[in-house]
């Protein structure tokens, strides 16, 4: 499933937590791993004080040296790689390339605020990866490495991209073992309801809603898994997943999501970042197989 593994680290605690997460999804999947550090180097500072180029390199190298002395203790195929560049672009790119299957990463940079700047790093990739992307934050503990992720919360709105979300997670289960939780968000439109929130119109929202949940049942029942659904009141869908994931105590949150251009980006973007910010755990998500 998970062939070939790319994980992009820049030593921060979020990349220790990414780093023991990829040791563990290797060992499941018996995947290959692409160890990757980028040096991003700004060219204007880098006039003023060229010797620094030296010593971020030498900060990558050492990076790199334990992320691999680590994978290799654990038995872990790996290949390591330096870039310098800028890691929205870089990790992407080399990834297509590599024919990586799944990006694992943390936060990527020690500048200013490092939950924001990983929700905006790590939604960019999530954005124009060509791969399922990994981010953690905090690394699921188990007792048994092969026997993670068993309890899984999937968002699902009926749409192609949650669709493939649910497969994949069905995937995982019978990889892996562990139990599905699916649940729709009934939409706010607040302007609308505002105006005309009769019963009739909270009718049509929950008639349709349960259509959206029978479509996950049937699609999980296809790739011979059963899941738990449940529908949840007019709410922010980010704040309703992070919600349900902490009430539930999830180990990974699984969610599928388009994107490559620029408005899907700004759309999907203010979803995915305040998830990869406030959930309490790693947040799988699954790009269009």
Not at 200 to 224: D, H, S, T, Y
């Amino acid at each position: 499933m998970y062939k070939k593994i790319m994980l992009a680290t820049d030593g921060s605690k979020y990349s220790e937590a990414a780093l023991e997460e990829a040791i563990d999804v290797a060992k499941i999947f018996d995947s290959n791993v692409t160890i990757l550090n980028v040096i991003d180097i700004n060219n204007e500072i880098l006039k003023v004080s060229p010797e620094l180029s030296d010593k971020l390199a030498l900060q990558a190298k050492e990076i790199i040296d334990k992320a691999q002395r680590k994978m290799r203790e654990a038995d872990i195929k790996i290949n390591t790689v330096i870039k310098e560049g800028d890691p929205h672009e870089i990790i992407p790119q080399l990834a297509m390339q590599e024919g990586i299957d799944l990006i694992i990463m943390g936060t990527y940079g020690r500048k200013g605020l490092k939950l924001l700047l990983m929700g905006s790093v790590a939604a960019d990739v999530v954005c124009h990866a060509s791969c399922d992307v990994l981010v953690v934050k905090e690394r699921v503990k188990a007792d048994n490495r092969n026997k993670k992720y068993q309890s899984i919360l999937v968002p699902y709105d009926g749409s192609e991209f949650s669709k493939t979300a649910l497969e994949q997670a069905c995937q995982i289960v019978k990889i892996n073992q562990g139990e599905i939780s699916v649940f729709y968000v009934i939409p706010r439109y607040e302007e609308v309801l505002e105006f005309f929130k009769t019963n009739w119109m909270k009718e049509i929202l929950m008639c349709e809603a349960k259509a959206i949940v029978k479509q996950a049942q049937e699609v999980a029942l296809k790739n011979g898994i059963s899941i738990k659904t449940r529908i949840e009141s007019e709410n922010h869908v980010d704040a309703k997943i992070v919600e349900v994931a902490k009430k539930s105590k999830t180990d990974i949150i699984i969610m599928g999501v388009r994107g490559l251009g620029n408005l899907d980006r700004i759309i999907m973007g203010s979803v995915i970042e305040r998830v990869i910010i406030n959930a309490p755990c790693p947040i799988l998500v699954i790009k269009k197989h």
